[in-house]
């Protein structure tokens, strides 16, 4: 095989259609653009959703839900997550230097959700946990400092 001679397999690609000569050539006349009008003319067409005036769908329809703009920087955290991070002390700089969390995150919440076997102690006001995040981190015998409290 040689790159100089790679071709489309046969039939997998169709001769361009040719429009605008004659009648016998299949697309005479119109050139398949139909009568008059905007999308009739060399460059008349209009924008995305453009219903002709008429107010579009997008505006029609009302607006649904919420985007809170807190949410980028907020990160809840699991126990099973908790366990990845080798360090002994977790503050939020451990769980960003882990990729636990985002690093635009500015605060993080422990949940419990899984299981911690080692014990961990939670720094800092950015890293609070929720009642039974804090009742399974002091039962495997880590603690939770000062500020780190939901």
Not at 82 to 97: F, G, N, P, R, T
Request: charged share 25%.
């Amino acid at each position: 095989m040689r790159l100089n001679t790679l071709k489309p397999g046969p039939g997998s690609r169709r001769a361009r259609l040719r429009v605008g000569r004659g009648a016998s050539a299949g697309q005479g006349k119109t050139c398949g653009r139909g009568g008059k009008g905007q999308k009739a003319r060399k460059g008349g067409y209009h924008k995305v959703g453009f219903e002709g005036g008429q107010v579009p769908l997008q505006r029609r329809l009302p607006k649904v839900g919420f985007r809170s703009a807190l949410q980028p920087t907020r990160a809840e955290v699991t126990l099973t997550d908790l366990a990845k991070v080798s360090a002994e002390v977790i503050d939020l700089a451990a769980l960003k230097a882990a990729s636990v969390v985002p690093a635009r995150t500015a605060r993080a919440k422990v949940i419990l959700s899984g299981s911690i076997a080692r014990a961990v102690t939670l720094r800092g006001p950015a890293v609070v946990a929720t009642k039974g995040a804090r009742a399974a981190i002091e039962q495997a015998g880590g603690r939770i400092e000062e500020g780190a409290s939901a």
